[in-house]
């Protein structure tokens, strides 16, 4: 059963955010009145090494800017009919947890879905917190990912369909040559 809560916290990396995204956030905002939406790797400097998925911290695998995911969030929440007072948009260094509550309330409900073993790790990680935690879903499958949609886009093939609309605005609004696109992580 999925519980309703006052606020909760879903987290991403968002590089770029894709369909797959926007039905977990979608499904997030489901479970609250208040949805916070914490992206990862902020930030080049608050971004760690994780064992379980060490590609999703190489620089070619987060092209994009915070301020650029922040507006990916925020058009395809807006598009999709989320009310802009429903959510908000915070940094979420989650490779940092001493760090986490400096961004995002300690006393909400922490949404998470379940892949693979990094799913696994974040959940414990959050446990440890001492976090209330929901599993939305556990699958092998993904609609898509990042990487893919970055490999198209770099490639010239066509992305624009594992997208938003919203977010291809943003992607295509972007200075590529200063942040290459890459398949990685």
Known sequence: MTPCVETAVIHGRFQPLHLGHLEYLLA?????????????NPDPTLTVAESTNPARGLPEANPFTYYERYLMVES????????????????????????????????ALYLLTIYDEWGETKLRRFEKLGLATHVLWRRKDKLTSGAEVRGLVASGGRWEHLVPAAVASVIRGREPAERPLSPVG
């Not at 997030?28 to 992206?39: H, N, S």
């Not at 598009?79 to 309330?105: D, K, N, Q």
């Open 76 to 107: 395809a929440l807006v598009e999709s009919g989320v009310p802009r007072e429903s959510f908000r948009i915070v940094p979420f260094p989650h490779g940092l947890p001493e760090r986490l509550f400096h961004y995002a309330p300690r006393d």
């Open 28 to 40: 997030g905002k489901e479970t609250c009145e208040t949805l916070v939406v914490g992206i990862t």
